[in-house]
């Protein structure tokens, strides 16, 4: 828990779960939606989402988070479906989108490389930006990002296995490999105008590549502004006010909770302490935040999608910046078959998984052998 008392930082989470029936096949939410007003459809069928609000401590958010998800849950029992908390449905089923403007016109400029979207489920963690600390918060969040691997829920895509961290494989080397920096994690900056530069860019970026996919401009500002149509992992959110980490899967709420502990306990270092860009080590205290070079982030997040937490260069970084690794249990270890995996396997690691997070839920546990 936070040992920082004053100035509660207030953090939010948006949590994505696959919906499958009571044989672990894909389906949609249907009447699960209307369970809570914080649930809402995602744009492919088969998944919704979970939304708490801006909390001031751990324990409200996890209240809020449980008390969502007991909801849906119960909605989701009397209905025969289930919650699955894995970044992605793991086997080669078809996932389709709900028709839909933003979605058209990102079909047309990602063209057939936005299949690998449709099969990722995520995590969003926002925490408020701390005034006359933004630009800090913003690189502490980057050199962070390795701290994926502590949630890594998925090493498959269609069958096949890709990485121990497979979604965040899919987005940053594959979906929008046609448009780099959009996908991928930005450097650390100097000032919040250096990022305003950067979103504007890409933007200009976005919409030429929409215009040459015969889209039109107007249409294009209708549906996306600079914020919204970048995927870069960590973002300022002006509307929320936040500074927003995008990188972890899908997966059980009571880690995803510890996430957003350890990212608000680091945001009242950024700001009560001192933080600073210096070597390749880093390290976080109650007192002060070293960051590493950002190409020596980049090599730990690399191995945090290819190997998770058998790295052991991983596993030391996330230690030396204040990571408890013991207390998680990457979901990803749980469900790898080996290179493959069958269609029936799917469907029971996915009820397998659904079991756990019902679980955890009610306060109960179960293994997945």
């Known amino acids: 828990m936070s040992s920082h008392t004053t100035q509660p930082i207030r953090r939010s989470i948006e949590v994505e779960y696959w919906v499958v029936d009571e044989q672990g096949e894909l389906t949609e939410p249907g009447e699960l939606v209307s369970a809570s007003s914080r649930v809402e459809r ?115 895509y269609r069958g096949e296995r890709l990485a121990t961290g497979a979604r965040s494989k899919l987005y940053r080397r594959k979906a929008y490999d046609s448009m780099p920096h959009q996908g991928l994690l930005w450097s650390y900056i100097d000032d919040k105008r250096e990022w305003t530069r950067r979103l504007e860019r890409r933007y200009e970026e976005f919409v030429a590549a929409t215009l040459d996919a015969g889209v039109d401009r107007a249409t294009v500002e209708a549906n996306f502004d600079p914020e919204s149509a970048v995927w870069t992992p960590v973002q300022f959110r002006k509307q929320f006010g936040t500074v927003e980490w995008r990188s972890p899967d899908a997966a059980l709420p009571g880690h995803v909770v510890q996430l957003a502990d350890r990212l608000a306990d680091v945001t009242a270092t950024v700001r009560d302490g001192e933080v600073r860009i210096e070597g390749e080590t880093g390290r976080w205290t109650e007192a002060e935040v070293v960051l590493p070079s950002f190409d020596t982030v980049l090599e730990y997040v690399d191995a945090a999608i290819e190997d998770g937490l058998d790295s052991e260069a991983v596993r030391g970084y996330l230690e030396r910046m204040g990571f408890d690794i013991a207390a998680y249990d990457p979901l990803t270890e749980h469900v790898d078959d080996g290179p493959t995996i069958t269609a029936e396997s799917a469907r029971n690691r996915r009820l397998e998984c659904a079991d756990l997070l019902e679980q955890e839920v009610r306060h109960q546990s179960v293994d997945i052998d």
Do not use: W
């Open 42 to 156: 995602e744009f492919v069928r088969p998944l919704l989402e979970i939304k708490t609000t801006p909390c001031e401590t751990t324990g409200q958010l996890r209240e809020e988070l449980f008390a969502q998800l007991r909801v849906v849950l119960d909605r989701a029992e009397a209905a025969g479906k289930r919650l699955v908390p894995l970044a992605t449905p793991l086997a080669g089923e078809e996932v389709t989108e709900i028709p839909s403007e933003r979605t058209r016109i990102q079909n047309a400029v990602v063209g057939g490389d936005f299949e690998y979207v449709r099969h990722c489920a995520g995590t969003h963690i926002h925490v408020e930006q701390q005034p006359g600390h933004e630009v800090d918060q913003m690189n502490a969040f980057v050199a962070l990002d390795p701290a994926l691997a502590l949630v890594n829920s998925s090493p498959y």
